[in-house]
């Protein structure tokens, strides 16, 4: 895998981990699985509250991807300079998905090489 798909993986990680924690979740676990066709990322914890935006930032993530903007998202995934990039995510990842049990959300992204 080149150096830079793991930067990107490394930013995409970083941006879901501070939505969820602005969303105040607690025992928050990552599963990462890369390799030569695609990255892989689940999160899951437990919600101490609804997440409002949860299906309108899922429905951004599986937006069209934007191959030629991504150099320049990559580098604002995770900066701090909005509270909610996950627009940027999207034009990033080919997929997400969320699934909700109670109060253990499970989400997963991937992004095909």
């Given at each position: ?91 990033m ?8 049990r ?12």
């Amino acid at each position: 895998m080149r150096r830079r798909e793991l930067y990107k993986a490394r930013k995409m990680v970083d941006e879901l981990t501070g939505y969820l924690l602005r969303n105040r979740i607690k025992s928050l676990s990552i599963y990462l699985d890369l390799n030569d066709e695609r990255v892989q990322i689940s999160l899951w914890g437990q919600l101490t509250e609804d997440i409002p935006d949860l299906e309108d930032v899922i429905r951004l993530m599986n937006a069209k991807r934007v191959p030629e903007m991504e150099e320049y998202y990559e580098h604002l995934l995770g900066s701090g300079i909005e509270d909610n990039d996950m627009n940027l995510l999207g034009a990033m990842v080919d997929e997400a998905t969320f699934v909700l049990r109670e109060d253990r959300l499970e989400i997963k992204v991937i992004r095909y090489l």
